[in-house]
């Protein structure tokens, strides 16, 4: 499995990766450092991820836990922090929808519709965030390049 990338300090580091176990809403996985000796196990439980056996600096397992989301998670294009609160953005294009949807901590916050017609995109707030209008064009620029994921058999091009 590829190694997760961690980035932290202005570095970036690779750990080792195994999924332990998957089911019943759990997932776990073990880390190990470069050398193999030093294991830190995270777990995602309910949708948290925290580390479950090892110990790391805090903030250094504030960014592993970063990397985690970003790589588990689909629709999530941006992690971040913002007024020392973690910032998760994920991009959705529901099944049967016809917009994508914006959630910043699995909170919805805005739609984003593509007009077939005159081949544009279009905007709504639906709740007060810190999402300005050069964040939703960026979140434009990733759904023209492919990397939001849409469900099988659904295009909201055509």
């Not at 994920?90 to 959630?103: C, L, R």
Request: glycine fraction near 6%; charged fraction near 25%.
């Amino acid at each position: 499995m590829k190694p997760l990338e961690i980035h932290y300090k202005g570095k970036v580091l690779h750990a080792k990766m195994e999924i332990l176990d998957k089911g019943f809403g759990f997932t776990d996985i073990r880390l190990s450092s470069k050398n193999g000796m030093s294991i830190y196990i995270f777990r995602k439980e309910r949708n948290e991820w925290k580390c479950a056996y090892g110990t790391l600096a805090d903030d250094l397992e504030v960014a592993v836990i970063d990397a985690l989301i970003l790589r588990f998670d689909p629709n999530v294009i941006w992690v971040f922090w913002w007024r020392g609160k973690r910032q998760v953005v994920e991009v959705s294009f529901p099944a049967g929808g016809g917009s994508f949807h914006i959630n910043i901590n699995r909170f919805f916050k805005a739609i984003i519709l593509y007009d077939k017609i005159t081949k544009e995109f279009q905007y709504h707030y639906h709740n007060p965030s810190w999402l300005k209008d050069r964040h939703m064009d960026m979140i434009v620029e990733h759904i023209k390049a492919g990397k939001v994921r849409i469900p099988e058999g659904f295009s909201p091009f055509k």
